[in-house]
């Protein structure tokens, strides 16, 4: 009898050892392999979102400021654009020191105290990687370009004189719209597929590799979380430059992107550097196809964690875009992914205009709802968001109507290759007022004051005059702001796993107006409900009724039954027990 018991309280024992150590084990490996899942990322544009020495330019120690700000927006993730030494031909995008800081940014005690403070809120930061090309001021290319017989010679792609005219290759930044640059100091061409200060680094060549993954440890080993890898899906290339039939400025992608090679690099960068830190990577581009995707993301392959394709934001077109598009692309995506991979959700970065200019309704009356909405898309979907800073509170578009208010080589090389195309400038310029990503850049609007609270000085892109009405202040002050209704957007999905891990099933799918899709986990239903419109709208779902509602973007929620009755820009996210 007693020793019965005895062996019944070792065995409850051990069965409460067992409990008590298994799902927590099993909750941190869970924590550490999937953070990058459940994160929320926060895109921030360093030139322009905190000056604190009034030369105009947003800096690290900007960043350090308003650090209070971005925990309290609920993310936990940051993303910069790049921070690195560079002439800024392409606002940092063309490195001329991989291990430095830019002097307009600041020192690199400045980006370890920024690192440190971002640790503190539990906020991981992710760096940009810019290694499809470096900028033509790196030592690298001025090593390069010295002579044919210089150990960096093949760090690049040359293509000597002597074999006449190389074949045609498109540079999408270049004025002549031609990515081969003649340089007469060794009589040959070398290749840009971006701007000719952006000359493109040759990945064939191992040693230029090493170099590469050398720089990521470099970061890795100071504590960064993550890798945004720049246009790297055209980083192999076949360097017997053979010519492409067929290319053009709209097809590129289908030459440049996943060229053989590509798989192997990636694999080796993951062995190299990925595999032995506890970091996330993402790249730009997503290859040609669903294939494509899925060899650089499925996790047997070893290559990356996610990438991000350009099927969604492509979508939104000056003079408008059908919902009905949006919501094919984004099923398809979410089909395609249901099994193996992951996606990256975004509706604007640094290289799109304003989030609620093209896909909401920036008119003063309903771009508080329409940003709202579109905060509710970004934050309910599967795959990682990645919300883009002033977002949060709703910043739009700028309205430049000259050629010369714009920064962006993009935007000057491509109305001079118009010029020379003999297009219609003015039509040119409509667009690009519309499209530009310059409206996506412009200063972050912290109050109604002089240059938004961002400088003291002159910022190097102009401030929105709208920040009068579009400001953090104001939105702090205000219940019913857009930035706290971001924050409770944050705050739900951070604490509802289905919305990160949930089947997505598109509802009403032919809808010209309305955006519905349901969230399901093993335990949990949501429903999500957009008005994407600016009129009201009456529809009949019946899995709202009865449905608690956890979020609206409207004081009230008008449903009888299951008809439900949707105000303008409308956004619901209910629960289904
Ligand atoms: C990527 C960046 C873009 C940059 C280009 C060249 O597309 O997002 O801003 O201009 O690469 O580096
Ligand atoms: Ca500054």
């Given at each position: 009898?007693?020793?019965l018991?005895?062996?019944?309280?070792l065995f409850?024992?051990?069965?409460?050892?067992?409990?008590n150590t298994?799902?927590?084990?099993?909750?941190t490996?869970?924590?550490?392999?999937?953070?990058?899942?459940?994160?929320?990322?926060?895109?921030?544009?360093?030139?322009?979102?905190?000056?604190?020495?009034?030369?105009g330019?947003?800096?690290?120690?900007?960043?350090?400021?308003?650090?209070?700000?971005?925990?309290d927006l609920?993310?936990?993730?940051?993303?910069l654009?790049?921070?690195?030494?560079?002439?800024?031909?392409?606002?940092?995008?063309?490195?001329?020191?991989?291990?430095?800081?830019?002097?307009?940014?600041?020192?690199?005690?400045?980006?370890?105290?920024m690192l440190?403070?971002?640790?503190?809120?539990?906020?991981?930061?992710?760096m940009?990687?810019?290694?499809?090309?470096?900028?033509?001021?790196?030592?690298?290319?001025?090593q390069?370009?010295?002579?044919?017989?210089?150990p960096?010679r093949?760090?690049y792609?040359?293509?000597?004189?002597?074999?006449?005219?190389?074949?045609?290759?498109?540079?999408?930044?270049?004025?002549?719209?031609n990515?081969w640059?003649y340089?007469?100091?060794?009589?040959?061409?070398?290749?840009?597929?971006?701007?000719?200060k952006?000359?493109?680094?040759?990945?064939?060549?191992?040693?230029?590799?090493?170099?590469?993954?050398?720089?990521?440890?470099?970061?890795?080993d100071k504590?960064?979380?993550?890798?945004?890898?720049?246009?790297f899906q055209?980083?192999?290339?076949?360097?017997t430059?053979?010519?492409?039939?067929?290319?053009?400025?709209?097809?590129?992608?289908?030459?440049?992107?996943?060229?053989?090679?590509?798989?192997?690099?990636?694999?080796?960068?993951?062995?190299?550097?990925?595999?032995?830190?506890d970091?996330?990577?993402?790249?730009?581009?997503a290859?040609?196809?669903?294939?494509?995707?899925?060899?650089?993301?499925?996790?047997?392959r070893?290559?990356?964690?996610?990438?991000?394709?350009f099927?969604?934001?492509?979508?939104p077109k000056?003079g408008?875009?059908?919902?009905?598009?949006?919501?094919?692309?984004?099923?398809?995506?979410?089909?395609?992914?249901?099994?193996?991979?992951?996606l990256s959700?975004?509706?604007?970065?640094?290289?799109?205009?304003?989030?609620?200019?093209?896909?909401?309704?920036?008119?003063?009356e309903?771009?508080?709802?329409?940003s709202?909405?579109?905060?509710?898309f970004?934050?309910s979907m599967?795959?990682?968001?990645y919300?883009?800073?002033?977002?949060?509170?709703?910043?739009?578009?700028i309205?430049?109507d000259?050629?010369?208010?714009?920064?962006?080589?993009?935007?000057?090389?491509?109305?001079?290759?118009?010029?020379a195309?003999?297009?219609?400038?003015?039509?040119?310029?409509?667009?690009?007022?519309f499209?530009s990503?310059?409206?996506g850049r412009?200063?972050?609007q912290?109050?109604?004051?002089?240059?938004?609270?961002?400088?003291?000085?002159?910022?190097?892109l102009?401030?929105?005059?709208?920040?009068?009405?579009i400001?953090?202040a104001?939105?702090?002050?205000?219940?019913?702001?857009?930035?706290?209704?971001?924050?409770?957007?944050?705050?739900?999905?951070?604490?509802?796993?289905?919305?990160?891990?949930?089947?997505?099933?598109?509802?009403?799918?032919?809808?010209?107006?309305?955006?519905?899709?349901?969230?399901?986990?093993d335990?949990?239903?949501?429903?999500i409900?957009?008005?994407?419109?600016s009129e009201?709208?009456?529809?009949?779902?019946?899995?709202?009724?009865?449905?608690?509602?956890?979020?609206n973007?409207?004081?009230?929620?008008?449903?009888?039954?299951?008809?439900l009755?949707l105000?303008?820009?409308?956004a619901?996210?209910?629960r289904?027990?």
């Amino acid at each position: 009898m007693n020793r019965l018991f005895l062996f019944l309280c070792l065995f409850l024992l051990l069965l409460g050892c067992a409990r008590n150590t298994e799902p927590s084990t099993a909750a941190t490996e869970v924590a550490s392999d999937d953070w990058w899942k459940e994160a929320i990322v926060y895109q921030i544009y360093p030139r322009s979102f905190q000056d604190t020495n009034g030369d105009g330019i947003g800096d690290l120690n900007g960043i350090i400021e308003r650090l209070d700000y971005i925990r309290d927006l609920g993310v936990t993730a940051v993303w910069l654009n790049p921070i690195y030494s560079s002439p800024n031909d392409d606002n940092g995008y063309e490195i001329s020191d991989y291990r430095n800081i830019m002097a307009d940014f600041g020192t690199m005690a400045d980006f370890d105290r920024m690192l440190a403070g971002l640790h503190e809120r539990d906020i991981k930061l992710i760096m940009d990687v810019v290694v499809n090309h470096s900028s033509d001021e790196h030592e690298w290319f001025v090593q390069s370009r010295s002579s044919r017989d210089n150990p960096y010679r093949d760090y690049y792609h040359w293509w000597p004189a002597e074999r006449g005219k190389p074949p045609y290759r498109y540079s999408l930044f270049d004025a002549e719209g031609n990515a081969w640059k003649y340089d007469s100091i060794t009589n040959a061409y070398y290749l840009h597929y971006f701007s000719q200060k952006q000359p493109d680094l040759n990945w064939s060549n191992p040693a230029l590799r090493q170099e590469v993954y050398d720089i990521m440890t470099f970061w890795a080993d100071k504590g960064v979380d993550g890798f945004r890898l720049d246009a790297f899906q055209f980083s192999a290339k076949d360097t017997t430059y053979p010519v492409f039939e067929g290319l053009t400025e709209t097809n590129f992608v289908d030459y440049y992107a996943m060229q053989p090679g590509l798989h192997d690099y990636l694999r080796e960068m993951n062995e190299r550097v990925f595999s032995k830190y506890d970091v996330m990577s993402v790249a730009e581009g997503a290859g040609r196809n669903f294939q494509d995707a899925h060899d650089l993301v499925d996790a047997d392959r070893r290559e990356l964690d996610m990438a991000y394709a350009f099927d969604g934001v492509d979508i939104p077109k000056y003079g408008g875009y059908e919902l009905r598009t949006m919501k094919e692309v984004f099923s398809r995506w979410d089909r395609e992914f249901a099994e193996d991979g992951w996606l990256s959700i975004f509706l604007s970065n640094h290289d799109q205009a304003r989030m609620v200019s093209r896909w909401g309704d920036d008119r003063p009356e309903y771009r508080a709802p329409s940003s709202k909405l579109l905060n509710t898309f970004l934050l309910s979907m599967r795959g990682t968001p990645y919300c883009y800073y002033g977002d949060e509170i709703g910043m739009t578009n700028i309205d430049f109507d000259e050629i010369d208010d714009y920064r962006d080589i993009a935007a000057r090389n491509g109305y001079r290759k118009a010029q020379a195309q003999g297009k219609d400038i003015a039509r040119f310029l409509e667009e690009l007022n519309f499209s530009s990503r310059d409206n996506g850049r412009t200063p972050m609007q912290w109050t109604d004051g002089p240059q938004a609270g961002f400088t003291t000085g002159t910022p190097w892109l102009p401030v929105n005059e709208n920040h009068a009405q579009i400001n953090v202040a104001a939105q702090e002050k205000d219940p019913r702001s857009i930035l706290q209704h971001f924050r409770a957007l944050t705050k739900l999905r951070r604490e509802n796993p289905v919305l990160v891990y949930g089947s997505y099933d598109l509802l009403l799918s032919d809808h010209e107006q309305v955006y519905a899709y349901t969230r399901t986990g093993d335990n949990d239903r949501m429903l999500i409900v957009l008005n994407f419109s600016s009129e009201s709208v009456t529809v009949d779902l019946p899995e709202a009724e009865d449905a608690a509602v956890v979020i609206n973007n409207y004081p009230t929620f008008d449903r009888q039954g299951g008809e439900l009755r949707l105000a303008p820009w409308q956004a619901v996210i209910l629960r289904r027990g």
